[in-house]
Every structure is written in C-alpha cells, then in structure tokens.
C-alpha cells in the first residue's frame, strides 16, 4: 500500500454509522433526543448530519456557545439547514466570571488553564439543556485529534456516545461529502477555536492527511515538523504527542483492593 492512501468506505461506513445511533437511541428510548456543540467546525456538522439521518431533525438539538465575540461560524445555517432546533448561549460571562472568582482565591492561572474553561464551560451547558430536554451528549472528537490530545479532558473529550471517536479526519470529510454536506462546511480549515488561533496543521507542523496514514498504515510521514530539521521527524512528534495525551482516553486510574 502506498502511504498516501488506505482503503476506505465512506458509504458503507456513513450507512453503519447511521444504524449504530438508531440501535443506541432504540435502548435509550424512543424520547431520548440528541444534544451536541455546534461549532461550525466539520465533526459537529458531520456528526448532526449522521443524526438527523438517523433519528430526524426533531430529535436532534444544536447549542452554539461563543465566547463573548466569537462568530457562530455559521452553525446557525448549518442547523438551519439540516432542520434542527438550536440554541445559543453565549459563555463568555460564565467564563469571565469563573476566572475572576479564581484570581480572588489569590490563584493566577496559567494561559493552557484559562484557554480550556471554555469547553468545559461549554460541557456544562450542554448537560444542562440536555437533562432539561432527556437529551444524551454526543461527544465529536474523531481519532485523529484524540490521537494527538486535540481535546480538552472533561470538555470536548466528554460526552454520553461518540459517533468519530474511530473515524480519522480523512474518513470524517468522506462520509460528509457522502451525506451531501456542504463543501464549504465539511471542508473548513480546522482549527482549535482558541483566541488569536491559527489552522491545526500550521501549528502542529504536520498534516492530518499524514497523520491518519500513519494511523492506519503505520507509515510514517517524510520530513521534519515545519520542515526544520531542528524540530525534529514529524513520526517523533506524533508518537510524542500521542504518549502524553493518553491519559485523556484511557478509563480513570483507579485503586482497586487486594
């Protein structure tokens, strides 16, 4: 196999998905809706886009949570579009008002501290709509950035089921162009949605493109991370980055009596 490519059914895989949140929904009852963050980014789109064909836009609810001035990112079209119900809850207050709460415990946070209150503030919310409304929390990270710690610990990485946990980012953007998405929406240029962020590939130094190859083929990409050889192989950064962040998918770490 060459290392740019793998096999790969998206139809197949898109249909099964399909099945797998009807056969979830079918035990957790015929009430039970869906509730997941609408960033306008191509995993929450995908993932509303596999439950309303599963479940129907009446079971699905779409809370867009930006912080202070953030943009939509057009999550409010997209769930337009796809016919669901959306929220929005604008966190930056709750955010402020957290921060400013610690700093008068006499606590000065460190900048990755302050930068992930916001997905779990957004966690919160969706828990508490979705208990509101017999709503399960779908969580959208997909492999790829699991793989490599793109996901805050008890924020994005939370959840009551997962649709793309086992999908890279390759596999994701074939089963939205399956489902008819829009380009424009599955297509986006991902980024971490953090103040002042830049695209993903730009920051790691390496492409999801050789990161799900690697994945999958265990091929190793070519080159140097930002193509400077002083950064090192990008192969060596991948599996560094992924041996740091393992405590965020593996089960909680607990003592068990002899």
Known sequence: M????????AAQTAEDLIQWVRD????????????????????STVSAAVLVKALGPDRVIGVSMPQGSQSL????????????????????????ALIEAIADSGEELINASVQNIPPRVRMTTLYAIGQTNNARVVNTCNLSEDYIGYATKFGDGAGDFSLLANL?????????DYLGVPYEWVHKTPDDGLPHSCPDEEKIGFT????????????????????????????????????????????MPSFRQA
């Open 2 to 9: 060459k290392k740019d490519e793998y096999n790969f059914n």
């Open 24 to 43: 979830y929904f079918e035990q957790a009852g015929p009430n039970t809706k869906a509730i997941l963050g609408m960033s306008g980014g191509k995993d």
């Open 73 to 96: 990112n057009e999550a409010d079209r997209i769930c337009e579009q796809l016919g669901m119900k959306m929220y929005t809850v604008n966190i930056g207050k709750a955010c402020s």
């Open 168 to 176: 890279t980012v390759t596999e994701v953007l074939a089963i939205g």
């Open 208 to 251: 999801y493109a050789e990161l799900d190859v690697y994945i999958r083929t265990g091929v190793a990409p070519d080159g140097y991370v930002h193509n400077n050889e002083a950064e090192g192989l990008k192969v060596d950064k991948i599996d560094r980055m992924h041996r740091a962040n393992l405590h965020k998918l593996l089960p």
